[in-house]
């Protein structure tokens, strides 16, 4: 059996353990989520989302060790997430780890979480894709787009400058009276509206592989100060979800065309919604890898994966690892 790599992320509101093998077989994946805890206020509350933390961490890791029949005797090496995400939410994670590194004398490897996101791929559900291809990583937190050359070769060809796609969704749904998070929600509801409804802006930006989602947002919000009743919220949000889609299946097309490559991987929660999953497998002559959807919400999993390669090269953290809020990839 390969080397056997504890995983840990805390990065946001999913409190995630998981063991995986060689950076690709998955021997356990648990993620224990928060939407009860924050669907009341309509969006993440950080302070509450650390706090939830510290109470799940220490049962999730026991039942991913449980779950993988695995002792730490045999574990190579604890991974953590280290950044980007929410400070308080990553000190948990991060602490945790390092006592169990310490504890059990265990190499620790600080993953970014992008990274991890980036090598969701890499696992053996439906991956690996063929090398290099093209990264979308499309989150609550992130828009952004890589090219990738193999596990931890990564260029970043375009990255959201305001809202990410996923927060768009959660806004959206926030102005609909959905609920929180917006985007499954906005997904289902999609599927039995009009999306020609209303005609809503597409923000291609064509000098550039960089996102903006903030004005698609207020565009919604300006439809919806009209009042107009014959349109319903199934049509308004099949309407915001196929501009979004526009958006992200373009931008996919220039990032093809721009690197000269033919494979695509999609990760990040958005990349559960069916209408882009659908969509994307219409691309004529480009080879798509889709996760199945509890790789692509925020797991554990992937920072095993992403953990793998620098297991391999001894980039090893020490007992000062900080974890950071901003964290670029790289
Ligand atoms: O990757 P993720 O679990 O956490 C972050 O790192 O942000 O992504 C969460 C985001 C939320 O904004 C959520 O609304 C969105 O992913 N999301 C979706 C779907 N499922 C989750 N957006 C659109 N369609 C979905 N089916
Ligand atoms: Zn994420």
Redesign the pocket.
Known sequence: MNEAILAIDT??D?TSAAVVCGGSQILSNVVSGQNLVHERFGGIVPELASRRHLEMIEGVVDEAMTAASISFASVSAVAVCKGPGLIGSLIVGTAFAKALAYVHKLPLIGVN?LEG?ICSAFLKEGGPPTLPFISLVV????TSLYRVDGCGKYKELGRSRDDAA??A??KVAKMLGLGF????V??RLARTGNPRAVSFPRPYMPQTLDFSFSGLKTSVRSFLAQNTPDISTEDICASFQAAVIDVLIRKIEWATAQENITSVALS???A???GLRQRITELKGIETYIPPKPL???NAAMIGAAAYEQFLKGDFADLRLNPKAYLPVG
């Open positions: 990065s946001c999913d979480h996101h989150s609550g937190g992130h996923g927060e969704y959660d998070p917006g985007g499954p906005i997904d990040g929660g958005v559960a919604n069916d692509c919400t925020d």
